[in-house]
Nanobody, 114 residues
Framework: QVQLVESGGGLVQPGGSLRLSCAGS????????MGWYRQAPGKQRELVAV???????NYADSVKGRFTISRDNAKNIVYLQMNSLKPEDTANYYC????????WGQGTQVTVSS
């Protein structure tokens, strides 16, 4: 069974930065489109960034210019660099294939607050 483990979240002030990591087992990320998703309390999970097998990237309008998705094929890790964080970025962040698998990791909590 595929396992996805997210890490790197935390509490950060508005304008700050965080880098999230996603490690996988029983899956080779470079073979798939991978996405970072987030879910804020009371809201539906949304896709915020995608990286294709070829390395092309796409972003939700809400994070464009501030977030960068990348992939380290040798380490089999997908990253999400988040800069200029805003309070509305507060959410639990998950990685998954795009379209997603039915199973999800625990996610990593990002809280942006002063």
């Amino acid at each position: 069974q595929v396992q996805l483990v997210e890490s790197g979240g935390g509490l950060v002030q508005p304008g700050g930065s965080l880098r999230l990591s996603c490690a996988g087992s029983r899956i080779i990320f470079s073979f798939y489109r991978m996405g970072w998703y987030r879910q804020a309390p009371g809201k539906q999970r949304e896709l915020v960034a995608v990286i294709t097998r070829e390395g092309s990237t796409n972003y939700a309008d809400s994070v464009k210019g501030r977030f960068t998705i990348s992939r380290d094929n040798a380490k089999n890790i997908v990253y999400l660099q988040m800069n200029s964080l805003k309070p509305e970025d507060t959410a639990n962040y998950y990685c998954n294939l795009e379209p997603s698998l039915d199973s999800w990791g625990q996610g990593t909590q990002v809280t942006v607050s002063s």
